[in-house]
């Protein structure tokens, strides 16, 4: 099969030569692809405004030897609440980072492809913060590194108490008696453990009726951020410039 066509939302984004542009797609049904737009950056290309971030469209594609070729580019969505505000476009390209580095190719990825969906949609219209700490839970658990939280991973005595802590090497909770046996540990309430449970389960499209303190969101944040890392084998860069700009913000 050389010509293709298959749903996708792009989520990396390199200018190559003059004219070009090299992405990489996430699809439903051919998980991530990566592929060359010839002559996008053209003033005159019909693809100029669609070969972006974050774009959602449909794609037909030419398979080449290393990198597919986009013949043609249907745009469905291209996200303009993202792209008009700060906070929201940082926190979208923290979660490209991430997708692109648990996407695999050649398998089907209609679960991840539909969780970006939606969360690029909350994220141009509700708290961002919130989104994405919602997305950074379902994603480990969509992909069967959901944290253990039930009781402590170290001991196995149940999680009480106001104060507990979160172990990404062990991969869960610890009880207050077991947080020494892991220095890295990031310490927490016993109630930002309960708001990670309920984040697994909960309905995307009713997160704005979920209480979460700016402490949990902070928390939850360090927490998720780790274990992913962990999980990833490498610093997710996009998460030390929401840092910076959340400084820059407190400070001003």
């Not at 610890?174 to 309430?189: G, H, I, M, N, R």
């Given at each position: 099969?050389?010509?293709?066509?298959?749903?996708?939302?792009?989520?990396?984004?390199?200018?190559?030569?003059?004219?070009?542009r090299i992405v990489t797609i996430l699809t439903?049904?051919?998980?991530?692809?990566?592929?060359?737009?010839?002559?996008?950056?053209?003033?005159?290309?019909?693809?100029?405004?669609?070969?972006?971030?974050?774009?959602?469209?449909?794609?037909?594609?030419?398979?080449?030897?290393?990198?597919?070729?986009i013949t043609q580019c249907e745009g469905k969505q291209?996200?303009?609440?993202?792209?008009?505000?700060?906070?929201r476009m940082a926190y979208a390209v923290y979660m490209a980072e991430v997708l692109d580095g648990f996407a695999v190719s050649g398998e089907d990825q209609s679960e991840l492809f539909y969780l970006a969906l939606v969360c690029l949609h909350l994220l141009s219209v509700e708290d961002p913060e919130l989104v994405i700490r919602a997305f950074e839970v379902r994603i480990m658990k969509l992909l069967g590194y959901m944290p253990h939280l039930d009781d402590c991973v170290y001991c196995g005595n149940p999680l009480t108490g106001l104060q507990a802590a979160f172990s990404s090497h062990m991969?869960?909770?610890?009880?207050?008696?077991?947080?020494?046996?892991?220095?890295?540990?990031?310490?927490?309430?016993?109630?930002?453990m309960n708001m990670l449970k309920q984040?697994?389960?909960?309905?995307?499209?009713?997160?704005?009726?979920?209480?979460?303190?700016?402490?949990?969101k902070r928390?939850?944040?360090e927490i998720m951020q780790q274990y992913i890392s962990q999980r990833l084998e490498k610093?997710?860069?996009?998460?030390?410039f929401i840092q910076s700009?959340?400084?820059v913000q407190n400070n001003g």
């Open positions: 099969m050389k010509h293709y066509k298959t749903e996708g939302i792009i989520i990396r984004v390199s200018d190559y030569n003059e004219a070009d439903s049904g051919y998980g991530k692809v990566q592929a060359i737009a010839k002559g996008c950056r053209k003033p005159k290309s019909r693809k100029r405004g669609l070969i972006q971030l974050f774009t959602h469209g449909e794609f037909a594609l030419y398979k080449g030897r290393n990198l597919e070729t291209s996200f303009p609440g993202i792209r008009g505000d700060l906070d991969g869960g909770g610890l009880c207050k008696t077991c947080s020494t046996s892991d220095p890295e540990a990031a310490v927490c309430t016993l109630g930002t984040l697994s389960r909960w309905d995307l499209k009713r997160l704005r009726v979920l209480k979460m303190t700016p402490k949990m928390e939850i944040g610093r997710i860069r996009s998460a030390d700009l959340a400084s």
